[in-house]
């Protein structure tokens, strides 16, 4: 009785006193409809994993370890434990296949609860953004696919990248170069909306320098406003010795410090130029993130 009057609060502080009565009726009705399986190993023989993933009890509770971290989808899935945190890098490939596990998506979705570690749901959120940007990236079909990772995700495992061709730039994304004028100097300085700013500039230099993908990433991920945002104000590239001057590239990346200017930015933005009139959009996240891409085929 215990239960059912605890059911009962619970139903009628999400859906109302009335419509508590009928969910708390359904459930004692069907109440002997239920099942446990365990899915832990490839070693449980006996096992009907199907009866897990598409079952036929009404109540079906699955407990497992391995098995359903790999990434098997539960239909009509409407709770998940996932306690396991990880005491490792992440890698996004592994993560976004094991968050099949979530359960399809269909209309019971917004009914769907899922209870993990805040660390870990902090590390799977970043890791299907950094998935997402690769993604939209790829989608434009302009240059080279670039990977985000930082100190807690990785893109792939390390023995799966070549050294001799892949490029782990730390920190810094940068974009194909355009013609620089006095009119790129002018949208940076008079614009107070730095949002605004970045859609003008685009407008001036061309989507190729400065991708939608990145505008998209960059209005989701605003956790302090506007300020969010920071423009950095526009830098010869000539005066560094170790830069390749034609490419406005640098091994060891261009930008310097850049918290104490812009304390509550996360999204920095500086154009280089060289004395040919050419400049790159330099783009940088205030997180430690990499971006890794193949320079084989990199502009």
Request: hydrophobic residues 40%; contains cysteine; glycine residues 6%.
């Amino acid at each position: 009785m215990a239960y059912t009057h605890e059911l009962d609060k619970i139903a009628a502080n999400l859906y109302g006193a009335e419509q508590a009565g009928r969910i708390l009726g359904y459930i004692v009705r069907n109440c002997d409809q239920t099942t446990t399986i365990i899915m832990n190993s490839e070693r449980d023989k006996n096992v009907d994993f199907k009866s897990a993933t598409s079952p036929a009890a009404m109540f079906t509770f699955i407990i497992g370890g391995n098995i359903v971290s790999r990434g098997v989808t539960f239909d009509n899935l409407l709770s998940m434990f996932f306690t396991r945190d990880s005491k490792h890098k992440i890698q996004q490939d592994t993560y976004v296949q094991r968050a099949r596990m979530f359960g399809s998506r269909r209309k019971h979705l917004s009914h769907f609860e899922l209870t993990i570690p805040e660390q870990l749901y902090l590390d799977w959120q970043r890791c299907f953004v950094f998935h997402k940007l690769a993604l939209e990236a790829i989608k434009t079909k302009k240059g080279s696919p670039v990977w985000l990772a930082d100190q807690r995700i990785a893109a792939v495992a390390s023995s799966s990248i070549d050294k001799a061709n892949v490029l782990l730039d730390k920190g810094e994304m940068s974009f194909p170069i355009f013609d620089y004028s006095p009119e790129v100097e002018q949208i940076i300085n008079e614009s107070n909306d730095p949002l605004a700013c970045l859609k003008r500039l685009q407008t001036l230099i061309g989507s190729d320098s400065l991708p939608d993908y990145l505008i998209r990433y960059v209005q989701r991920i605003l956790p302090n406003g506007p300020s969010s945002i920071a423009f950095h104000p526009s830098s010869t590239i000539e005066n560094m010795k170790d830069a390749d001057k034609v490419k406005i590239e640098r091994t060891k990346g261009l930008f310097g410090q850049v918290r104490r200017e812009f304390p509550d930015a996360v999204h920095h933005f500086k154009v280089f130029f060289n004395d040919k009139g050419k400049a790159r959009v330099i783009y940088k996240f205030n997180g430690n993130i990499s971006f890794v891409k193949n320079v084989k085929n990199a502009g």
